[in-house]
């Protein structure tokens, strides 16, 4: 008789006689195939994975971006790969005109995404409880909040921002009922479990990481879980280049590169925005 077994995905099959068993058990597996969800699991074809870049903190270095914005810019252009960039809205007030005209001209590119990230980033600790600008603070204050670093947007570099991130991920319900009563804000990064009426939530993935810790990025700890990880699409990595050295620049070139090699398609939040919410 042929040999009677055969292992499939690190599991053992069976079979009692080879002609008869394994047509049967071929039969079973045309059968499974159409049904069966590759799409969650970390050895899925990565063609059809879509990456976006959470880039978080851009604020003001004097009257320009930082030197690790620009740096970070320059490489997405050079690559053509969009990233998207969270505004800490505050520094866009005063006079911040060559601030403003380069934010601006990144945004018209088409390579950036500027979106809302808070006007402060501040949080604080009182009484023992911890707090953030969406974190503890009442309804009211999260609404003005939200609608002052809408408005300074369009006012200071004539963006509508469509995005929201809050700073630290930090949220609570209030922050779910001030998002629906934004109506431009249509894409919630690392928001609620739950829905959001007219929000698209693109969640976080908790194993798959760009920065292993805040400000440190590492290709090999990066390579090692997206393949042995569960991923859904979008894949949103999250980091922070204001605190990047060198070495974190060059270990996010080898992940861009990497991603690349297994032929994903990179985002931007924006994309995500549904006809009926457009």
Not at 52 to 60: H, N, P, Q, T
Not at 176 to 197: F, H, I, N
């Amino acid at each position: 008789r042929i040999g009677s077994r055969l292992t499939l995905g690190g599991g053992l099959f069976a079979t009692q006689s080879a002609p008869i068993g394994m047509l049967n058990f071929l039969k079973t597996l045309c059968l499974l195939l159409p049904v069966l969800n590759f799409s969650h699991i970390g050895l899925a074809e990565s063609s059809n994975l879509q990456v976006i870049f959470k880039l978080d903190d851009v604020r003001r270095a004097g009257d320009d971006v930082p030197d690790n914005w620009r740096r970070v810019y320059e490489f997405a252009q050079a690559q053509q790969v969009p990233v998207s960039m969270g505004v800490i809205c505050n520094s866009l007030e005063g006079d911040s005109s060559t601030y403003s005209d380069t934010l601006k001209s990144w945004h018209d590119s088409g390579l950036v995404e500027l979106w809302n990230h808070g006007y402060a980033h501040r949080r604080w600790e009182e009484q023992g409880k911890k707090g953030s600008e969406f974190s503890g603070t009442d309804l009211q204050t999260q609404e003005d909040t939200l609608l002052k670093s809408q408005e300074l947007g369009k006012d200071e570099i004539g963006v509508v921002f469509t995005t929201f991130g809050a700073p630290y991920n930090w949220i609570d319900q209030n922050t779910v009922t001030a998002m629906e009563t934004v109506p431009d804000l249509k894409v919630w990064l690392y928001g609620p479990s739950e829905p959001v009426e007219g929000v698209v939530v693109l969640k976080r993935n908790r194993h798959v990481k760009l920065e292993p810790k805040v400000g440190m990025v590492r290709f090999e700890q990066f390579r090692k879980a997206f393949v042995s990880s569960a991923i859904s699409s979008p894949l949103v990595l999250q980091g922070h280049p204001g605190q990047w050295d060198d070495l974190d620049f060059a270990d996010f070139e080898e992940i861009v590169a990497y991603l690349q090699e297994q032929g994903v398609a990179f985002a931007l939040p924006r994309d995500f925005i549904t006809p009926q919410e457009k």
